[in-house]
C-alpha cells in the first residue's frame, strides 16, 4: 500500500489541474482510502486492506491519503466523513464508498466495482 500525495496522485491516479474529465492514469484498477490518523473506524479498515494488497497483489493497487495532510485531495473528492473508500475501475467513473467497511464488502467491490476476480 502507497500513500499518495498531492503530486503522486496527479501522476498515478489523475491530474486534475490539467484535465477536466476523469482520465485515469494507472495501469490496473485501484482503490483509494481516504482516512486520518486519528479515526478509529479507519484503524479497523487499514489491515484489511493490507490483507487484500497481498491477496490481489499484481490485479489490483490500493493506495491511502491522509485527510489531514491532503486537504485539497479530500475536497476535490467532497470528503465529509472518513473513511471514504474510492474504488477506481481501469475503464469506469469512479465509486465511493462510506464508513468502515468488513472484507467481504470489499471483495464484493473488487469483483463488481472493479471487474476482478
Known amino acids: ?8 496522485f496527479k501522476q498515478k491516479i489523475f491530474d486534475f489541474e490539467n484535465k477536466k474529465e ?3 492514469a494507472g495501469g490496473l484498477p485501484c482503490i483509494i482510502d481516504f482516512y486520518a ?3 478509529g473506524p479507519c484503524k479497523m479498515v487499514s489491515p ?7 491477496e490481489y497483489d499484481g490485479k489490483i493497487n490500493i493506495y491511502k491519503i491522509n485527510t489531514e495532510q491532503e486537504q485539497e485531495l ?7 466523513s472518513i473513511p471514504s473508500i474510492l474504488f477506481v475501475p ?10 468502515a467497511m468488513p472484507k467481504q464488502a ?8 472493479l471487474k476482478v476476480n
Not at 1 to 8: A, I, P, Q, S
Not at 106 to 113: C, E, G, K, P
Request: glycine fraction near 6%; charged fraction near 25%; proline fraction near 2%.
Open 22 to 24: 476523469w482520465e485515469y
Open 1 to 8: 500500500m502507497e500513500n499518495l500525495t498531492k503530486e503522486t
Open 48 to 54: 484489511v486492506l493490507e490483507q487484500l494488497a497481498k
Open 106 to 113: 470489499f471483495v464484493n467491490a473488487i469483483r463488481d466495482v
Open 74 to 80: 479530500a475536497g476535490i473528492f467532497g470528503i465529509t
Open 90 to 99: 481501469l475503464n469506469d467513473k469512479p465509486q465511493m464508498a462510506m464508513g
Open 37 to 39: 490518523d486519528w479515526c
